[in-house]
């Protein structure tokens, strides 16, 4: 997997954290 997707992963999924949390 490359870096770059990895964080994309990340970036993903901390948005949807705040989302639910929102």
Do not use: G
Request: hydrophobic share 40%; with cysteine.
């Amino acid at each position: 997997a490359e870096p770059k997707a990895e964080c994309e992963i990340i970036s993903f999924s901390d948005l949807t954290q705040e989302r639910l949390a929102a």
